[in-house]
């Protein structure tokens, strides 16, 4: 089995920024993307970013596009998720999923995801 933990959501001022981590534990399997998704309020979940398992393809959502970065260090099985210029839009929970399946190319949609993490919540104020 694989256990995700995500830590680093809080509450930030607009304009502010905030770094999420992503600790992934177990059967991780040896090549595999990682991908942020986040749910507002009375919304359906939606992508943020996606990253290949070399960390060497990358892909963002349009509403994040310039102010979000998503890395990956492999030696400590994690996934970041750096945020800056944060607006209040950007109150959800975000939740961190891997897809074990190897592609080279990560996937934008949460189907090909098949573990998540427990989410951590991020409010901007205004």
């Known amino acids: 089995q694989v256990q995700l933990v995500e830590s680093g959501g809080g509450l930030v001022q607009a304009g502010g920024s905030l770094r999420l981590s992503c600790a992934a534990s177990?059967?991780?399997?040896?090549?595999?993307?990682m991908g942020w998704f986040r749910q507002a309020p009375g919304k359906e979940r939606e992508f943020v970013a996606a990253?290949?398992?070399?960390?060497?393809?990358?892909y963002y959502a349009d509403s994040v596009k310039g102010r979000f970065t998503i890395s990956r260090d492999n030696a400590k099985n994690t996934v970041y998720l750096q945020m800056n210029s944060l607006k209040p839009e950007d109150t959800a929970v975000y939740y961190c999923?891997?897809?074990?399946?190897?592609?080279?190319?990560?996937?934008?949609?949460?189907?090909?995801?098949?573990?998540w993490g427990q989410g951590t919540q991020v409010t901007v104020s205004s």
């Open positions: 177990g059967r991780t399997f040896s090549r595999n993307s």
């Open positions: 999923a891997l897809d074990p399946r190897g592609w080279v190319v990560p996937k934008i949609s949460s189907s090909a995801y098949d573990y």
């Open positions: 990253i290949s398992w070399s960390g060497g393809i990358t």
